[in-house]
């Protein structure tokens, strides 16, 4: 079956550092979506990628679409502490499949 | 207003015992879904519901039995209990088209001892 994997499954950073998640699919995605589940909390979506190669941005987070569709990244610019949780990409392998697989999860951490 | 809610927010229970999770969502989705987590955090789909019909039915025991009256609500119940069933579920909730992001409950920590 499809499988999500994301690296690092944890990433302490100091506040105002940089930090990136990397998503990679086993299958050829058709979207993918980005998710953040802060702890405690349950998972928020963030945003939805379509198209090859696709960039999208939301203020300090920056979301990326592999060439092949089978791979997406999330970086965030100068971290700061309400950017803690753990943050999930999670891929639809066929345009009208409801079944949204998840990846593992980087859980991030920022040291104030 | 919560848009997908969920009764109980924690649930302790002994090993062998029948329980249910209860879940509603008032965003006029027509798609809803269970899903478990455990304590590594990773998120499993378990099933999922269009319009009171199921359309995902994961690996999952079959004393997992999901229930959907009506497009807003979908239950879970869980026969004999298992150490092992101990995880957060989330009931979620989508439409169809075109975005289906996901809209989560606040989650359901199941303990069985």
């Known amino acids: 079956g499809q499988q999500v994997m994301q690296i690092p499954q944890y990433q302490h950073v100091q506040e105002g550092e940089d930090f990136t998640t990397y998503c990679n699919s086993s299958t050829t995605l058709s979207n993918i979506q980005w998710y953040k589940q802060r702890p405690g909390g349950h998972p928020v979506f963030l945003i939805q990628?379509?198209?090859?190669?696709e960039v999208k941005k939301q203020k300090r987070l920056t979301f990326q679409f592999g060439e092949a569709k089978k791979n997406s990244s999330l970086h965030i610019t100068a971290t700061q502490t309400t950017d803690v949780g753990t943050y999930f990409c999670a891929g639809r392998s066929n345009f009208g499949n409801e079944k949204l697989t998840f990846g593992t999860g980087t859980r991030l951490t920022i040291i104030p | 207003d919560t848009a997908v809610s969920q009764t109980p927010k924690y649930l302790v229970t002994q090993m062998g015992n029948d329980k249910s999770i209860k879940c509603e969502q008032n965003?006029?989705?027509?798609?809803m879904y269970w899903y478990k987590q455990d304590s590594k955090k990773f998120l499993k789909i378990m099933f999922s519901?269009?319009?009171?019909?199921?359309?995902i039915n994961e690996t999952v025991p079959n004393r997992f039995s999901p229930k959907s009256p009506d497009k807003a609500h979908l239950n879970l119940h869980i026969n004999s209990l298992e150490l092992g069933d101990s995880a957060v579920y989330f009931c979620?909730?989508?439409?169809?088209?075109?975005?289906?992001?996901?809209?989560f409950g606040p989650g359901t920590r199941l303990t069985v001892t």
């Open positions: 965003l006029g989705h027509d798609t």
């Open positions: 519901y269009n319009n009171k019909e199921l359309i």
């Open positions: 990628l379509v198209k090859s190669g």
């Open positions: 979620a909730s989508s439409t169809r088209a075109p975005q289906r992001e996901q809209y």
